[in-house]
Protein backbone atom coordinates (compact mmCIF):
# COMPACT_ATOMS: atom_id res chain seq x y z
CA UNK A 1 0.00 0.00 0.00
CA UNK A 2 1.34 3.02 -1.16
CA UNK A 3 1.59 6.14 -3.49
CA UNK A 4 4.53 8.26 -4.35
CA UNK A 5 7.87 7.26 -5.57
CA UNK A 6 9.01 6.56 -2.06
CA UNK A 7 7.19 3.92 -1.85
CA UNK A 8 7.98 2.29 -5.31
CA UNK A 9 11.32 1.28 -4.26
CA UNK A 10 10.17 -0.60 -1.34
CA UNK A 11 7.66 -2.68 -3.99
CA UNK A 12 10.59 -2.89 -6.34
CA UNK A 13 12.74 -4.89 -3.84
CA UNK A 14 9.78 -6.69 -2.63
CA UNK A 15 8.95 -8.23 -6.37
CA UNK A 16 12.75 -8.36 -7.48
CA UNK A 17 13.33 -10.89 -4.36
CA UNK A 18 10.54 -12.85 -5.50
CA UNK A 19 7.76 -12.03 -2.60
CA UNK A 20 4.72 -13.33 -3.92
CA UNK A 21 2.86 -9.46 -4.27
CA UNK A 22 -0.98 -10.24 -4.45
CA UNK A 23 -1.99 -6.79 -4.65
CA UNK A 24 -1.06 -3.27 -4.68
CA UNK A 25 -3.22 -0.56 -3.52
CA UNK A 26 -2.61 3.26 -4.18
CA UNK A 27 -4.62 6.59 -4.40
CA UNK A 28 -7.18 7.35 -7.30
CA UNK A 29 -5.90 8.84 -10.21
CA UNK A 30 -5.97 12.73 -9.90
CA UNK A 31 -6.60 15.18 -12.93
CA UNK A 32 -3.44 17.36 -12.17
CA UNK A 33 -2.20 20.76 -14.30
CA UNK A 34 -3.58 23.09 -16.44
CA UNK A 35 -4.66 20.96 -19.15
CA UNK A 36 -6.70 18.30 -16.22
CA UNK A 37 -4.45 15.35 -17.22
CA UNK A 38 -5.49 12.10 -15.56
CA UNK A 39 -2.15 11.26 -13.80
CA UNK A 40 -0.66 7.95 -12.38
CA UNK A 41 0.83 7.14 -8.82
CA UNK A 42 4.66 6.63 -9.11
CA UNK A 43 2.88 3.26 -7.52
CA UNK A 44 0.19 2.26 -10.33
CA UNK A 45 2.79 2.90 -12.86
CA UNK A 46 4.88 0.40 -11.73
CA UNK A 47 2.28 -1.88 -10.94
CA UNK A 48 0.99 -1.83 -14.29
CA UNK A 49 4.35 -2.31 -15.61
CA UNK A 50 4.69 -5.65 -13.67
CA UNK A 51 1.20 -6.99 -14.24
CA UNK A 52 0.46 -6.15 -10.73
CA UNK A 53 -2.94 -6.97 -9.52
CA UNK A 54 -4.42 -3.44 -8.43
CA UNK A 55 -6.75 -1.48 -6.74
CA UNK A 56 -7.72 2.32 -6.25
CA UNK A 57 -10.23 2.46 -3.31
CA UNK A 58 -11.95 5.95 -3.00
CA UNK A 59 -13.34 4.47 -0.02
CA UNK A 60 -10.90 2.08 2.08
CA UNK A 61 -14.06 0.85 4.38
CA UNK A 62 -16.34 0.88 1.66
CA UNK A 63 -18.17 -3.24 1.64
CA UNK A 64 -16.91 -3.61 -2.06
CA UNK A 65 -12.79 -3.00 -1.65
CA UNK A 66 -13.44 -4.90 1.91
CA UNK A 67 -14.56 -8.08 0.20
CA UNK A 68 -11.76 -7.42 -2.95
CA UNK A 69 -9.09 -7.21 0.08
CA UNK A 70 -10.27 -10.52 1.42
CA UNK A 71 -10.46 -12.40 -1.34
CA UNK A 72 -6.65 -11.64 -2.16
CA UNK A 73 -6.00 -13.29 1.29
CA UNK A 74 -2.85 -11.62 1.89
CA UNK A 75 -0.65 -12.90 4.92
CA UNK A 76 0.83 -9.45 5.36
CA UNK A 77 0.37 -5.99 4.15
CA UNK A 78 3.20 -3.63 3.90
CA UNK A 79 2.71 0.35 4.27
CA UNK A 80 4.86 2.97 2.92
CA UNK A 81 3.65 6.56 2.23
CA UNK A 82 0.04 6.07 2.31
CA UNK A 83 -3.62 6.99 4.06
CA UNK A 84 -4.52 6.17 7.69
CA UNK A 85 -5.48 2.63 7.22
CA UNK A 86 -9.55 1.49 8.99
CA UNK A 87 -9.32 -0.78 11.77
CA UNK A 88 -11.12 -3.49 9.35
CA UNK A 89 -8.10 -3.37 6.91
CA UNK A 90 -5.12 -2.94 8.99
CA UNK A 91 -6.45 -5.87 11.10
CA UNK A 92 -6.72 -8.29 8.48
CA UNK A 93 -3.77 -10.53 7.86
CA UNK A 94 -2.75 -13.00 9.80
CA UNK A 95 0.76 -11.85 10.46
CA UNK A 96 -0.91 -7.95 10.70
CA UNK A 97 0.07 -5.04 8.79
CA UNK A 98 3.31 -2.72 9.22
CA UNK A 99 4.12 0.69 8.05
CA UNK A 100 7.79 2.33 6.91
CA UNK A 101 8.37 5.98 8.99
CA UNK A 102 10.96 8.03 7.45
CA UNK A 103 11.83 8.56 11.20
CA UNK A 104 13.58 7.38 14.27
CA UNK A 105 9.62 6.92 16.18
CA UNK A 106 8.64 7.45 18.49
CA UNK A 107 10.42 10.91 17.61
CA UNK A 108 8.47 12.71 14.44
CA UNK A 109 5.37 10.92 14.15
CA UNK A 110 2.97 13.00 11.72
CA UNK A 111 3.27 13.67 7.84
CA UNK A 112 6.27 15.48 7.50
CA UNK A 113 9.11 13.52 9.07
CA UNK A 114 11.73 14.57 6.76
CA UNK A 115 11.25 18.19 6.80
CA UNK A 116 10.85 18.84 10.05
CA UNK A 117 14.12 16.90 11.17
CA UNK A 118 16.03 19.12 8.97
CA UNK A 119 14.28 22.10 9.76
CA UNK A 120 15.20 21.65 13.65
CA UNK A 121 18.69 21.24 12.71
CA UNK A 122 18.86 17.24 13.65
CA UNK A 123 22.15 15.93 13.03
CA UNK A 124 21.06 12.40 12.78
CA UNK A 125 17.28 10.41 12.18
CA UNK A 126 16.21 6.94 11.00
CA UNK A 127 13.62 5.12 9.76
CA UNK A 128 11.53 2.92 11.22
CA UNK A 129 9.23 -0.40 10.75
CA UNK A 130 6.34 -0.64 13.48
CA UNK A 131 2.80 -2.55 13.76
CA UNK A 132 -0.04 -0.63 12.79
CA UNK A 133 -2.58 -0.13 15.64
CA UNK A 134 -5.65 2.69 16.14
CA UNK A 135 -3.54 5.52 16.63
CA UNK A 136 -0.98 7.07 13.98
CA UNK A 137 2.56 6.25 13.78
CA UNK A 138 2.06 4.98 17.79
CA UNK A 139 2.46 0.72 17.22
CA UNK A 140 5.24 -1.21 18.25
CA UNK A 141 8.62 -1.01 16.53
CA UNK A 142 9.58 -4.01 14.46
CA UNK A 143 13.22 -2.68 12.91
CA UNK A 144 14.87 0.36 12.82
CA UNK A 145 18.08 2.17 11.11
CA UNK A 146 19.88 5.00 11.64
CA UNK A 147 20.86 7.91 8.76
CA UNK A 148 23.16 11.14 9.36
CA UNK A 149 21.79 14.28 8.33
CA UNK A 150 24.55 15.89 6.31
CA UNK A 151 24.57 19.77 7.02
CA UNK A 152 24.45 20.81 3.70
CA UNK A 153 21.61 18.40 2.29
CA UNK A 154 17.87 19.38 1.67
CA UNK A 155 14.74 17.47 1.87
CA UNK A 156 15.04 16.25 -1.96
CA UNK A 157 18.23 14.72 -1.46
CA UNK A 158 17.75 12.82 2.05
CA UNK A 159 14.44 11.69 0.94
CA UNK A 160 16.15 9.93 -1.90
CA UNK A 161 18.38 8.19 0.56
CA UNK A 162 15.67 7.03 2.61
CA UNK A 163 13.76 5.83 0.37
CA UNK A 164 16.82 3.33 -0.54
CA UNK A 165 17.63 2.60 2.86
CA UNK A 166 13.56 2.44 3.82
CA UNK A 167 13.48 -0.27 0.80
CA UNK A 168 16.24 -2.28 2.56
CA UNK A 169 14.24 -1.96 5.80
CA UNK A 170 11.14 -3.13 4.40
CA UNK A 171 12.98 -6.55 3.47
CA UNK A 172 14.72 -7.07 6.85
CA UNK A 173 11.38 -6.88 8.44
CA UNK A 174 9.26 -8.95 5.79
CA UNK A 175 12.53 -11.47 6.16
CA UNK A 176 12.11 -11.36 10.20
CA UNK A 177 7.99 -11.55 10.34
CA UNK A 178 8.22 -14.70 7.66
CA UNK A 179 10.95 -16.26 9.68
CA UNK A 180 8.67 -15.50 12.75
CA UNK A 181 11.88 -13.82 14.33
CA UNK A 182 9.87 -10.34 15.66
CA UNK A 183 10.22 -9.15 18.98
CA UNK A 184 8.41 -6.02 18.66
CA UNK A 185 9.36 -2.76 20.75
CA UNK A 186 6.21 -0.84 22.71
CA UNK A 187 7.50 2.59 21.59
CA UNK A 188 6.86 4.33 25.14
CA UNK A 189 9.54 1.90 26.28
CA UNK A 190 12.16 4.10 24.47
CA UNK A 191 11.46 7.48 25.79
CA UNK A 192 13.66 8.27 28.01
CA UNK A 193 13.36 10.33 30.95
CA UNK A 194 12.76 14.57 30.43
CA UNK A 195 12.55 13.44 26.57
CA UNK A 196 10.76 15.76 24.55
CA UNK A 197 8.78 14.46 21.34
CA UNK A 198 8.75 16.47 18.43
CA UNK A 199 6.07 16.03 15.98
CA UNK A 200 6.00 16.10 12.05
CA UNK A 201 2.43 17.42 11.14
CA UNK A 202 1.69 17.94 7.77
CA UNK A 203 3.16 20.92 6.15
CA UNK A 204 0.66 23.38 4.39
CA UNK A 205 1.63 27.54 2.22
CA UNK A 206 1.09 29.04 5.07
CA UNK A 207 3.70 27.62 7.01
CA UNK A 208 6.30 28.25 4.42
CA UNK A 209 6.98 31.92 4.84
CA UNK A 210 10.19 32.75 6.08
CA UNK A 211 11.08 34.30 9.56
CA UNK A 212 13.87 36.98 8.64
CA UNK A 213 13.49 37.75 12.79
CA UNK A 214 15.04 34.43 12.88
CA UNK A 215 19.00 33.35 13.24
CA UNK A 216 20.77 32.75 10.02
CA UNK A 217 20.94 29.41 10.86
CA UNK A 218 17.72 28.96 11.57
CA UNK A 219 16.28 30.46 8.13
CA UNK A 220 19.30 28.64 6.33
CA UNK A 221 17.57 24.80 8.06
CA UNK A 222 13.88 26.12 6.75
CA UNK A 223 15.23 26.56 3.50
CA UNK A 224 16.43 23.32 2.85
CA UNK A 225 14.23 20.99 5.10
CA UNK A 226 11.44 22.49 2.69
CA UNK A 227 13.24 22.18 -0.48
CA UNK A 228 12.21 21.07 -3.54
CA UNK A 229 8.51 20.57 -2.04
CA UNK A 230 7.02 22.54 -0.71
CA UNK A 231 9.13 25.70 -0.47
CA UNK A 232 10.29 28.27 1.19
CA UNK A 233 9.28 31.44 0.52
CA UNK A 234 9.19 35.13 0.88
CA UNK A 235 7.93 38.56 -0.86
CA UNK A 236 10.55 41.48 -1.55
CA UNK A 237 8.95 44.80 -1.22
CA UNK A 238 9.76 47.93 -2.54
CA UNK A 239 7.48 51.52 -2.24
CA UNK A 240 6.41 52.13 -5.35
CA UNK A 241 7.13 48.96 -7.22
CA UNK A 242 5.33 45.47 -7.82
CA UNK A 243 5.76 42.71 -4.93
CA UNK A 244 7.64 40.10 -5.64
CA UNK A 245 7.16 36.63 -4.91
CA UNK A 246 10.33 34.21 -4.82
CA UNK A 247 10.63 30.43 -3.30
CA UNK A 248 14.32 30.29 -1.85
CA UNK A 249 15.25 26.32 -2.56
CA UNK A 250 19.45 26.88 -1.67
CA UNK A 251 20.96 29.13 0.46
CA UNK A 252 24.21 29.98 2.41
CA UNK A 253 24.98 31.99 5.26
CA UNK A 254 27.87 34.92 5.71
CA UNK A 255 28.57 35.45 9.15
CA UNK A 256 29.63 38.96 9.88
CA UNK A 257 28.10 41.33 12.00
CA UNK A 258 25.92 44.35 10.41
CA UNK A 259 23.71 47.21 11.23
CA UNK A 260 21.59 46.43 8.34
CA UNK A 261 17.39 46.54 9.42
CA UNK A 262 16.57 42.57 9.49
CA UNK A 263 15.28 41.61 5.91
CA UNK A 264 17.16 44.62 4.07
CA UNK A 265 17.97 43.11 0.88
CA UNK A 266 21.26 43.30 -0.81
CA UNK A 267 22.80 42.78 -4.42
CA UNK A 268 24.85 43.16 -7.11
CA UNK A 269 24.88 41.85 -10.88
CA UNK A 270 25.88 38.22 -9.12
CA UNK A 271 24.75 38.02 -5.64
CA UNK A 272 21.29 38.47 -3.68
CA UNK A 273 21.26 38.43 0.40
CA UNK A 274 19.05 39.23 3.12
CA UNK A 275 19.82 40.69 6.24
CA UNK A 276 19.20 38.30 9.28
CA UNK A 277 20.01 38.58 12.79
CA UNK A 278 23.32 37.32 13.23
CA UNK A 279 24.29 37.45 9.89
CA UNK A 280 23.51 37.67 5.78
CA UNK A 281 21.71 34.92 4.73
CA UNK A 282 22.49 34.30 0.06
CA UNK A 283 20.03 33.36 -1.51
CA UNK A 284 21.58 31.08 -4.46
CA UNK A 285 18.78 28.79 -5.96
CA UNK A 286 15.03 30.59 -6.65
CA UNK A 287 12.18 30.77 -7.82
CA UNK A 288 9.83 33.79 -9.20
CA UNK A 289 6.35 33.37 -9.15
CA UNK A 290 5.13 32.14 -12.92
CA UNK A 291 9.03 31.54 -13.64
CA UNK A 292 10.86 28.68 -13.61
CA UNK A 293 13.75 27.46 -10.78
CA UNK A 294 17.07 29.05 -11.30
CA UNK A 295 20.33 30.37 -9.88
CA UNK A 296 20.47 33.95 -8.24
CA UNK A 297 22.60 34.74 -11.13
CA UNK A 298 20.39 33.96 -13.91
CA UNK A 299 17.17 35.76 -12.02
CA UNK A 300 19.41 39.05 -11.34
CA UNK A 301 20.47 39.49 -15.14
CA UNK A 302 16.81 38.83 -16.36
CA UNK A 303 14.86 41.19 -13.25
CA UNK A 304 16.00 44.90 -12.81
CA UNK A 305 15.93 45.27 -9.33
CA UNK A 306 14.88 49.22 -7.71
CA UNK A 307 16.41 50.37 -4.67
CA UNK A 308 15.48 49.58 -1.07
CA UNK A 309 13.76 46.45 -1.23
CA UNK A 310 13.29 44.60 1.81
CA UNK A 311 12.05 41.25 2.62
CA UNK A 312 8.55 40.57 4.46
CA UNK A 313 9.21 40.30 8.15
CA UNK A 314 6.41 37.92 9.25
Known amino acids: MGTPEFAVESLKRLVGDAYNVVAVI ?13 RYSAVKEFALKHNLRLFQPVNLKSEAFISDLRAVKAD ?89 KGAELVLETVKAIVEDNVTSTVQSNLVSENEVLKPAPKIFKEDCAI ?4 PAN ?41 NDKLGTVLWDNREMKIAAK ?9 QQSGKRRMKVSDFLRGVKLEINYEAELI
Request: aromatic share 12%; proline share 4%.
Open 26 to 38: TAADKAAGRGKKI
Open 76 to 164: LQIVVAFRMLPEVVWYMPDKGTFNLHASLLPQYRGAAPINHAIINGEKKTGLTTFFLDKQIDTGKIIRQTELEIFSDEDAGKLHDRMMF
Open 211 to 214: NWNK
Open 218 to 258: EIYNFIRGLSPYPGAYTTLYSEGNKPIYIKVYASNIEKVKH
Open 278 to 286: DAYVHLLEI
